[in-house]
């Protein structure tokens, strides 16, 4: 468990944030300059002006009032910073091994679970972002931490890459289970990683709930349709091999059908992603239509997000409403208001496995 | 070419020059680090009076310090009453070049050691390392090319310290006389020959200095840029 109330003074306000969090992953979103790095500098004790309290898993880590203040050394926090901050003069393997104290055991199974076996004699100026990444994410958990901080580790990676290192981020949190902040404006990334959001502005807390809850905010809809997103978790439940697609059953209890992935297990957790504008919405009866994903659905509410309106709905038996972009005109034409029944339609191949 | 006696002056200079620079490292280092991280007040000041040999006429400096280290000198009286005499001895010519040349070296050195991103510094911090830990594994091995940048050209400089090394400790051969100084000696007895050959002598000492330095930090760099 995490707990904190810190004050810091910084260029153009004062973050003052306070909360308590449980384990797991918790991610930390907000517009870009509320705070976020300074909140995770804080923690890891790199700001030498931060007043307050902190404590990790239970040690006081900061208690300015009683004159508390563990060095960075001794609080026991891994930190990724965006940009993996590697050490140059070291190779991935030493830089792997430089927090780790010898632990031989630990730094093997960190490259085992972030696949650095090829990479390990490379110095990181040879290294594409995403490996260096990797590295970055290895260092952190060889060095046994109790908190893991993570600044927008894929921020500085193209799309395919980031849908590359999100299953190893998924890695470290359901094999390592060590509780992590984890810094994104994406949120699909919130909502694939994180079992909450806190959302910072302007140097305090505005928010903190689960991320489907949270999304519904206007701030984060909003990015959440510029962002395009609809993150639906569920388990493999089929291959169909003669039809070309795997279905999957979504934790709502709907069915949707992807092209077929037989590297994913029967009975394994996947999270499957869909673009808004990649849905398709009729309000009479459907026949003769390709797409093999049809929901029933309601429409809860249609926002004006720039030029498009953002629909979100509400499927049978599906708890994270679906965002659906359409244009004005569609919208006209279908006569969409809230509460209007209608069907979703999506193509197997505008569903992509995270 | 040479005469006797110029193979023992010569390898007393480059004596005083290496035991100088030697000496000058680590202050010369803590200097530099001290500069390039220290944000408080005076930090102007310091810097100031550091880098002043490098704008004052050596002759300057080698009066202030004949002054502080003569027999009735300020420090003169101290080290006298230690039994301790520094002026026009090998002493002095050390001492002069250590001055002439720390600032050389405290330069480099700082802008190697304000290149270092401290952000990498505080990654070690997370990673276990105390203030310590961290400067010589992170700190150092990432600044070292500028500080031996810094301690050639200090060596370099204190090869041919002439204006302060001649003020206190005079141009006595075979006791205080280094290159800089035996080369002015010949030319002012007309003996240009001689002068000539002890040039030729500080071309290809400096030549080896720099191009050894060149040499090691070109090794030493080719992993990392592989």
């Known amino acids: 468990m995490i707990a904190f109330a810190v004050e810091l003074r910084l260029a153009r306000f004062d973050l003052r944030a306070e909360a308590r969090l449980e384990g797991g992953v918790t991610a930390i979103m907000g517009p870009s300059g509320s705070g976020k790095t300074s909140l995770l500098e804080v923690l890891a004790g790199l700001r030498r002006g931060a007043r307050g309290r902190v404590a990790i898993g239970g040690e006081v880590v900061l208690d300015t009032e009683r004159g508390v203040r563990l060095p960075p050394e001794r609080r026991r926090v891994g930190y990724v910073p965006q940009d993996a901050a590697l050490l140059p003069h070291l190779t991935a393997l030493r830089n792997v091994r430089f927090g780790a104290r010898g632990d031989r055991a630990r730094v093997d199974s960190a490259i085992e679970t972030l696949e650095l076996a090829p990479l390990l004699e490379r110095y990181p100026l040879s290294l594409s972002g995403g490996e260096k990444q990797r590295v970055a994410l290895a260092r952190a958990l060889a060095s046994d931490p109790r908190l893991l901080l993570l600044d927008e580790p894929l921020a500085a990676l193209d799309v395919a890459l980031r849908e590359r290192i999100l299953p190893y981020l998924l890695r470290i949190r359901d094999e390592w289970r060590v509780p992590a902040l984890y810094v994104t404006h994406n949120v699909g990334e919130a909502v694939a990683l994180a079992d909450r959001v806190l959302l910072l502005r302007d140097g305090a807390v505005e928010a903190l709930g689960a991320p489907l809850d949270l999304l519904a905010m206007p701030v984060l809809a909003e990015a959440a349709a510029a962002g395009i997103e609809n993150l639906l978790q569920g388990r493999v439940s089929s291959h169909d091999e003669a039809g070309g697609v795997t279905r999957v059953v979504l934790d709502g209890g709907a069915e949707v059908a992807i092209p077929l992935a037989r590297e994913r297990l029967v009975g394994t957790p996947v999270v499957l992603a869909v673009r808004a504008e990649d849905v398709l919405v009729t309000t009479g009866a459907i026949a003769g239509l390709s797409a093999r994903n049809v929901l029933p659905a309601r429409v809860l509410s249609l926002e004006r997000t720039g030029p498009d309106v953002t629909l979100r709905c509400a499927t049978d038996g599906g708890t994270p409403p679906w965002l659906v972009r359409l244009t004005p005109a569609a919208v006209a034409a279908l006569g969409l208001r809230p509460g209007a029944t209608v069907s979703l339609a999506v193509k197997s191949h505008s569903v992509r496995v995270v | ?226």
Not at chain 2, 170 to 180: A, D, E, H, K
């Open chain 2, 1 to 226: 070419m040479l005469a006797a006696g110029d193979v023992e002056m010569v390898l007393f200079t480059i004596q005083i020059a290496l035991l100088g620079t030697a000496l000058n490292l680590v202050p010369g280092t803590a200097a530099a680090l001290f500069l390039a991280r220290y944000r408080g007040p005076g930090k102007e000041a310091i810097e100031t009076v550091l880098s002043l040999p490098l704008v004052l006429p050596p002759t300057a400096v080698g009066i202030l310090l004949l002054r502080a280290l003569a027999r009735r000198g300020l420090l003169g009286t101290l080290l006298g009453d230690l039994g301790i005499e520094i002026v026009f001895t090998w002493k002095a010519v050390l001492l002069a070049t250590m001055v002439m040349s720390f600032p050389l070296l405290v330069r480099s050195a700082r802008t190697a050691f304000e290149e270092v991103d401290p952000r990498l510094v505080g990654i070690a911090r997370t990673l276990g390392c105390g203030p310590a830990r961290a400067f010589f594994r992170v700190t150092l091995p990432l600044a070292w090319r500028g500080i031996l940048a810094g301690s050639v050209l200090a060596f370099s400089r204190a090869l041919g310290e002439f204006g302060a090394t001649v003020m206190v400790a005079g141009n006595i051969p075979g006791r205080t006389q280094t290159l800089p100084l035996a080369i002015f000696h010949y030319d002012q007895i007309g003996r240009d020959d001689r002068a000539l050959a002890l040039v030729g002598v500080t071309v290809v000492l400096a030549f080896v200095a720099l191009w050894s330095a060149e040499l090691v930090s070109r090794r030493r760099s080719g992993r990392t840029a592989a």
